[in-house]
């Protein structure tokens, strides 16, 4: 496993940093010249901008044939997959870190705390792309590499139709457990949050049915 | 000891195409089985069946006497293996490489490795896409015999090469195969490497095994006679193995020189001979 994700990190390292730069200047523009009402996609597109390269992995191996011979190295279908997840998983918590930090910094340099709103933006970043990634591998893995531009697009739409989808599923479930301790807007910041990973979970299951049926 | 791997009556399909037709040879302790058959004979099916890529239809595969590698993935440490691509991940450089399968196996040979990338004249820090062909496979080689394998199964492993590359990787084959008494299973189409180092034939055609059998034995028994219609019908059709019609004569492959009638004198053969003769025979 760990030569799996060792493989990962160097077929996208650069690739990734390259991204991250760009988040963080893409985010100090907005900061500068954008709307208050910006703020909320600078989370979205950091963790997005993290998240790509992790999806471009499979597309690589593909591409060299590595798909196929990492299944003769001492390693099980399932670490394959669970490498990949892992892998995604990481770089979507980095990208979530990244921009905390980044309105971290932005809090220090114009005077403005790190309010509910902000922690609900990145929450809400973080279940889009982690949805991304869970609609995106189980198609990766049946329909190929070769499809892997379009079905990163349509994961990243998928994590936004779930978002919203999700929205009256998360307002009947706080009503019905309300937690008065809790800010609303903190309440549904963390039930974004567990819903993405137990769908990302649920993915996970469903792309190693799939990869160990798989032909190659 | 029993064979390294075992393939008994393995069958495949693709839709309604059979490709491998009860596919049965072994690859025996200190062997290097030399896999032969034109483009399409099934020889890359079988080795995709062998190392579970592909599922089968039928039959058994024992690797060292196991059946199933997806299930025994310790096995798969015995295992090297080399496609008739480039399959390393192209991004990473040989001394990234070196991390990643010290990191993926326990017997990791790293000195080993540094030796034959070394031998091999490859370079150490830069990415694998800027590779030649060659240099590609000989580094696939070099990973395939650093960790410590008993088995190695070699698709067109020495494709791309050029002459001098090719002798090198020969020597280190036959140098694997005396030191650790692993067995290789190695199909090529450069029938000059396999006749070089082969001690076993399989040869395949349309999926089906046409012949597989020693190569001492089959240079000692085997012959080839060309006859007219004649004379043909005078060899005894227990040792026809094969037979080709070219107009005014038949060129007849026979399993036993010694069974051939008086008068009828065989020639000198090679391997690519056989294997051509095999290939393009009547049924």
Known sequence: MRGLLLTNYYLVYRTFFVFMGVAILGSGLVFYFGDTSMYGLIAMFTIFFAAIPALEVIKYESKSGYDKYVLTLPVTRSNIVQSHYFFYFLVVIIGTLLSYGIFYVHGLVSDTPIDDGIFKSISSGTFIILNAGAIAYPLLYIFGAEKSDAITIGGAFGGLFAYFGLQSVIGYLIKQFPLPHLSQSLYVSISYTIFGVIIYILSFFISVFIYKNKEF | ?283
Request: net charge neutral.
């Open chain 2, 1 to 283: 000891m029993s064979n390294l791997l075992e393939i008994k009556n393995v069958r495949k399909s693709f839709d309604d195409k059979v490709v491998l037709k009860n596919i049965t040879f072994n690859v025996p302790p200190g062997s290097i089985v030399g896999f032969i058959g034109n483009n399409g004979a099934g020889k890359s099916t079988t080795f995709k069946t062998v190392l579970g890529l592909i599922s089968k239809d039928a039959g058994t595969v024992k690797i060292f006497g196991e059946e199933n590698i997806n299930k025994h993935v310790k096995i798969k440490e015995k295992v090297g293996v080399v496609f008739d691509a480039m399959n390393l991940p192209v991004h990473l450089t040989v001394k990234q490489l070196n991390k990643v399968f010290e990191k993926m196996f326990d017997s990791w040979d790293q000195d080993n490795f540094y030796r034959l990338v070394n031998s091999f004249s490859l370079p150490m820090n830069k990415k694998i896409d800027k590779f030649s062909r060659g240099m590609s496979m000989k580094l696939s080689i070099a990973v395939a015999l650093s960790h410590n394998a008993k088995l190695l199964i070699l698709d067109e492993a020495t494709g791309g090469l050029d002459p001098s590359s090719r002798e090198e990787v020969l020597d280190e084959l036959k140098s694997f195969v005396s030191k650790s008494n692993g067995g290789i299973l190695l199909s090529s189409h450069i029938m000059s490497d396999v006749e070089r180092i082969a001690t076993h034939l399989v040869i395949i055609k349309d999926g089906e095994i046409l012949l597989s059998e020693e190569t001492d034995k089959v240079l000692e028994s085997y012959a080839i006679v060309d006859v007219d219609g004649g004379k043909l019908t005078l060899i005894n059709k227990d040792i026809i193995v094969a037979k080709r019609n070219h107009g005014s004569y038949f060129s007849v492959l026979v399993s036993d020189v010694h069974k051939l009638p008086n008068g009828i004198t065989p020639r000198a053969i090679s391997i690519e001979e056989i294997s051509v003769l095999l290939t393009r025979s009547e049924k």
